[in-house]
């Protein structure tokens, strides 16, 4: 069974990955000349650098296999115990957030009449099952308006960089959605959950010893020249039963030869804004997916000798909401803290593991989202600027960086906004009308890596059938 796997991002290299392991023969078409999508890790100057992602935050059972069967298993990474603490800008200054529920009751991030508020939320009726309901509303509706700007709202800029006002709750954050819908309290599900103690995963927040790049390198080197980089696909056609999918390979960014071949199935595994570069067969209409809005984000990594930074940096970083209108940034890590391995000369393994060179830090923010779209495209000069100016007042910094990196993502993040139900159900008449297509990727069950890795596990399973 040949199998078209479009997209080399984590779900596509899982799809391909798993159809290689069942025994058939997938070709993966990347249109970039690097397999990953925004997962990437460049060691540059004794700091390690991430494009997107820096940890794997929640785990699941497919992930869990799949870093296995990869043969990753032993190059996994646990982030250190003090990167639990997190830290929410307010007044101006990271105030640490509350950890757990019992911790609420005298967290200094809200104020007492928030607190008192919050400490009612078990007695919240629960929304309708068909309601759409955003985030913010959600947020508010259950805790009160401090916990929606100094909670929710600084999460939402973190995971999706994202408007909590336009988020659809069921959608962004399925699980906190069923949380009140079963238990009929956020706490209560909360205080009953219980840690899975036999997946060693659980959460808990991994890398790997050179980062979150090894995944992807792994799995294509696994596909070897079954992944061809450097070949977007620019038409898809229905031939009988088969498909022929055709397109350019490309040197240096320039087409240089058409190629074309027949295929028995494909999964398209590349983000949903890419289908319109593409000439497809007719079929259901591709209008709700074409209104899906990615977030631009820019990624800026800076490293500073340690005794220039006034902060503890004991934490996994800082979020900013949106109500500190002074600051910019969305939020930073706190990256040489959340894995502090220690560079030394005379020990391989440690410096194999460091985020950054003895006596220094490593810190990632990021700027733009649905926030200010516009800093995402600012020249790198201007976005340093804004970045250090944001850090010098919030960590206390007082020297200069030795260290500058900086990439930016014109469409980073899909929207799971009100209405993303009718995109999903879009996805599924077009997997309906054309047999053997398949769709994957970080717009269908999550925008996690996990939740990618498992939209590409089913896509597979589901071709197999």
Partial sequence: MRVAVIGAGIAGLTAAFRLRLAGAEPVVFEAQARAGGVIGTERIEGFLVEFGSTTIQTANPVLDTLIRDAGLDM???????????????????????PGSPADLVTSPLFSARARRRALREPLIPRSRPTEEESVADFARRRFGPEALDYGMDPFVAGVYGGDPKRLAIRHAFPRIWRMEQESGSIVRALLRGRKDKKNRMAGGMFSFRKGLGQLPEALSDALGDRLRLSAPVRRIERQGARWIVSGDRLLAGHAQTTWSEPFDAVVYAAPLHALASIALPEGPSLEPLSRVVYAPLAVTAMGFRREHVGHP????????PSVERSIRILGTLFTSSIFPGRSSASSMFQSDIARAPAEHVLLTT????????????????????????????????????????????????????IGYGDT????????????????????????????????GEEAARRCLL
Avoid: C
């Fill in 75 to 97: 190059d996994l990474l646990p982030a250190s115990k003090t990167a639990r603490k997190r830290y929410i800008v307010r007044g101006g200054k990271p105030v640490a957030a």
């Fill in 366 to 417: 990021m700027i733009g989202g649905m926030r200010n779209p516009a800093l995402a495209s600012l020249p790198e000069k201007e976005a340093y600027d804004l970045v250090l100016g944001d850090l010098r007042r919030l960590l206390n910094i007082s020297g200069e960086p030795v260290f500058r990196w900086h990439t930016a993502w014109e469409r980073a993040v899909p929207q799971y906004d």
């Fill in 313 to 320: 940096l004991d934490g996994f970083g800082m979020l900013v």
């Fill in 424 to 455: 999903l159900d879009a996805i599924d008449r077009l997997e309906a009308a054309w047999s053997g297509w398949f769709m994957a990727g970080n717009y269908r069950m999550g925008v996690s890596i996990g939740d990618a890795a498992k939209s």
